[in-house]
Nanobody, 125 residues
Framework: QVQLVESGGGLVQAGGSLRLSCADS????????MGWFRQAPGKEREFVAS????????SYADSVKGRFTISRDNAKNTVYLQMNSLKFEDTAVYYC??????????????????WGQGTQVTVSS
């Protein structure tokens, strides 16, 4: 069973930083690609970043490229999202997601099998 728990959200001023964490309680974390998505009020869920099971490959949405960094620690069953130079438009609920073991994954939410409950990030202008 995979249970994803996000933490690290909060209120920050524009230009500030936050680091989100997502802990996986299962035993197959190191076999899964992981992703971060976000959803702002009235908008669809959108892709933010993803990372392969080994951590060797990562991908970012154009809107966060150069500001956000995804990483993972397979020994701790945790994936991180370091967010720097935050902007007002980064305000959203952030979700982590896990793909099926050794399966392909992409920017589409449909390629992820398990989801966390979300953590709110609010950036004040």
């Amino acid at each position: 069973q995979v249970q994803l728990v996000e933490s690290g959200g909060g209120l920050v001023q524009a230009g500030g930083s936050l680091r989100l964490s997502c802990a996986d309680s299962g035993v197959t974390f190191s076999m899964r690609g992981m992703g971060w998505f976000r959803q702002a009020p009235g908008k669809e869920r959108e892709f933010v970043a993803s990372i392969s099971w080994s951590g060797g490959t990562s991908s970012y949405a154009d809107s966060v490229k150069g500001r956000f960094t995804i990483s993972r620690d397979n020994a701790k069953n945790t994936v991180y999202l370091q967010m720097n130079s935050l902007k007002f438009e980064d305000t959203a609920v952030y979700y982590c997601a896990a793909a099926s073991p050794f399966s392909s994954f992409s920017t589409s939410p449909d390629t992820y099998r398990f989801w966390g409950q979300g953590t709110q990030v609010t950036v004040s202008s």
